[in-house]
């Protein structure tokens, strides 16, 4: 599978990674202010069932990481996928950021605003 191509849509708060220009999958996220440094708490992550086993949720995560880190913000893994994905790969613990009570409260919020709205 050469078009597989992943992709930041900050409009849905997510990562997406696309085969044919079809999204398969997606890390979603919500900005949070951390006071000291901006983060992103990643909360869900999956790819489609038929395309997994290809190793294209790490690929994913790879990338969603990887611009998440280069732009200064900190990682919140509330994902059990991302969370497992930084204990794997130590090169990201630098940027993750211990989930916090609060993080959880906002993510809460954040997403039953979502619902009702």
């Known amino acids: 599978m050469s078009d597989i191509t992943v992709r930041h849509n900050p409009e849905r708060e997510r ?7 079809h999204v398969i999958g997606k890390a979603v996220y919500k900005e949070y ?4 440094s901006p983060q992103r708490i990643f909360y869900h992550t999956v790819i489609n069932e038929e395309y997994g086993g290809q190793g294209l949720a790490g690929r994913l995560a790879t990338v969603a990481l990887d611009e998440t880190a280069e732009a200064g913000i900190g990682i919140v893994p509330v994902c059990p996928f991302i969370k497992k994905f930084i204990g794997k790969h130590p090169e990201y613990v630098g940027n993750a950021v211990a989930v916090a009570p609060a993080h959880l409260e906002f993510l809460d919020n954040a997403l039953s605003a979502r619902t009702r709205g």
């Open 33 to 36: 202010d951390g006071g000291a």
């Open 15 to 21: 990562f997406e990674i696309l085969v044919a220009g």
